[in-house]
Structures are given as structure tokens and as C-alpha cells.
């Protein structure tokens, strides 16, 4: 039995444009469904603005 890894998730927009384009949300969404894929474990969230 593999023992699941852990992971922390960081989302960070820099410029006015990546708010419009790709909010923090988004990338939240993405980062947590590719965690799900890949069967690890969210371990903590850290956003940036």
C-alpha cells in the first residue's frame, strides 16, 4: 500500500491583466483538480496578490 503524498498549493496574479484573465480562482480550481488526478493530498493553500 503507497502512502499519499502531500502538497501545498500557491497561486500568486502579479499584473492587472492576470486579474481579468486568470483570476485566483481559477488556478485553485486547476491546482486542486490535478491534485485530485494525481492522489495527493492538499496539505495547505497560500495565495499572493
Not at 500568486?12 to 480550481?29: E, F, I, N, P
Amino acid at each position: 500500500m503507497s502512502r499519499q503524498r502531500k502538497c501545498y498549493i500557491y497561486t500568486r496574479v502579479s499584473t492587472s491583466m492576470q486579474v481579468d484573465g486568470y483570476s485566483l480562482d481559477a488556478q485553485k480550481d486547476k491546482l486542486h483538480k490535478y491534485a485530485d488526478y494525481q492522489d495527493m493530498i492538499i496539505a495547505g493553500e497560500y495565495s499572493e496578490m
